[in-house]
């Protein structure tokens, strides 16, 4: 055990010993493992809304400074911007250059016997990083954001083949959870009985976003509910033979979708982002099944609130678990 790790061992018993309130009530140990210090600033402020509201050990171990760094905060912390009370314990650890023993080590000494294991994991380059495998086996919830450090669509190829190599581990992702209103969004066009001939009529897709991972995932969750499968890189084939174009564009924000526009042979259904109101979709429907415009809205979550939706849905998403299939099927097309 390194002497940081002992020093912050000590000081929570002390600390504990003179307090009032009892840490034995916390619902879950957090642990955070990220190696930017930006990310690590970033994440503390959503760490902290989230700690907040469930009564938490918090455990950062941060990759950007060495062991001898360490940190331990029991009700609050004055040291970064815009941090709110929390209703536990919060300490940090640095961690760089350590390896998988010593990061799976430092969370069995500091977790909570009582209080299951929340891994995020805000670092890149999961698939063969022998720190994440061996780290995730011991939580309880697994958190990624496969579109956190970059647009493109390499974090969502990490994640894919990391669970190819770990098919027992469940992992949620941020990416996919912040797809649910363009997912009723694209419900809605199909909510009655003379427009369900449409959604299998289907012969093109068009998704624009900021970012790689949320398109693909939006992708793969239209072919897995519709039982496409890809036949071709930029095509899907669904039961009949009938094939179904689709296109990706890069526009817009990162981590958010700015346009999903859906083709049948008649009919074109186009939900996109309002110009001047970011927080509605537009929902337009022309040609044979044309309808009224209609709008959606889109309620920002934020980072704490989605991280919180993963562990509340836990490992039973068999949707998502589909769509992360077809997304992987799609990457492997077009590799």
């Known amino acids: 055990m390194s002497n940081g790790l002992q020093s912050v061992l000590c000081e929570l018993t002390e600390r504990r010993k003179s307090r009032h309130d009892r840490v034995d009530v916390a619902l879950m140990t957090l642990v955070a493992f990220f190696e930017d210090a930006t990310v690590g600033n970033w994440l503390r402020d959503r760490i902290h809304s989230l700690a907040v509201k469930h009564p938490s050990r918090v455990i950062l171990l941060d990759g950007s400074q060495t062991e001898t760094t360490h940190h331990v905060v029991s009700s609050s912390c004055d040291q970064h911007e815009e941090c709110v009370k929390t209703r536990g314990e919060w300490v940090e650890i640095g961690v760089a250059g350590s390896d998988s023993e010593t990061l799976r080590s430092a969370i069995a000494a500091l977790a909570l016997p009582q209080a299951p294991v929340v891994l995020i994991w805000a670092a890149g380059q999961i698939a063969h990083d022998a720190r994440f495998a061996g780290v995730s086996a011991h939580a309880r919830t697994i958190v990624y954001n496969s579109s956190a450090l970059s647009n493109d669509e390499s974090g969502l190829r990490q994640l894919v083949e990391f669970v190819h190599e770990h098919p027992d581990v469940f992992v ?139 562990i509340l849905a836990g490992n039973k998403d068999r949707i998502f678990h589909d769509t992360l299939l077809a997304a992987s099927e799609i990457l492997a097309r077009r590799s």
């Open 172 to 310: 949620s992702d941020l990416a996919y959870l912040r797809l649910a209103p363009w997912q009723e969004s694209v419900a809605l066009f199909f909510d009655g009985r003379s427009v369900i001939r449409e959604l299998f009529d289907l012969r093109r897709v068009e998704i624009a976003s900021g970012s790689a991972a949320e398109a693909y995932y939006l992708l793969g969750w239209l072919a897995s509910r519709l039982e496409w499968a890809p036949c071709a890189p930029d095509r899907f084939c669904n039961r009949f033979g009938t094939e179904i174009e689709f296109a990706l564009v890069h526009e817009g924000l990162p981590r958010r979708i700015r346009r999903v526009a859906l083709q049948s042979s008649r009919s074109q259904f186009v939900a996109e982002l309002q110009t001047d109101d970011p927080h509605a979709i537009a929902l337009t429907v022309t040609g044979a099944a044309e309808h009224p415009n209609r709008y959606h809205p889109i309620v920002d979550l934020g980072t704490a609130a989605l991280i919180e939706r993963a």
